[in-house]
């Protein structure tokens, strides 16, 4: 069996950190739900408003689905912190920096290969 980068502390600590994320995520996606609602085009709004409407919107909505992306794979990474290869990088195999995982718990890759 291979022996795992992180310690059981360091897994529940890392667990703790997910779960705060992934509740901090679903909060924003609530947020950016209400942001990302269509601009009504009969709204009493001038041209200039409605086009800072519109481009708001285009903006809300890359950020809710960069939101929703990130919440996907925290979640997925929260099954997988007790795998022995979580905190190790996939490309080189090399352990991951404890404290970038605390950071980014969902990166799989150390700082070198992720440049």
Known sequence: MKESVLTDK??????EIIEQQIQEADKELK???E????????SSIGR???MDAINNKTVNDA?????????KRLKNVLEKVDDPDYGR???CGEPIAFGRI?????????V???K
């Open 31 to 33: 947020v950016l739900k």
């Open 89 to 91: 990088c996939v490309r």
């Open 112 to 114: 070198h290969c992720s």
């Open 48 to 50: 200039i408003s409605r």
């Open 63 to 71: 950020a809710y689905r960069n939101t929703r992306t990130r919440l």
């Open 102 to 110: 605390q950071i980014m718990p969902e990166k799989r890759v150390c």
């Open 35 to 42: 942001l990302t609602a269509a601009v009504e085009p009969d």
């Open 10 to 15: 360091q897994k529940e600590e890392i667990r």
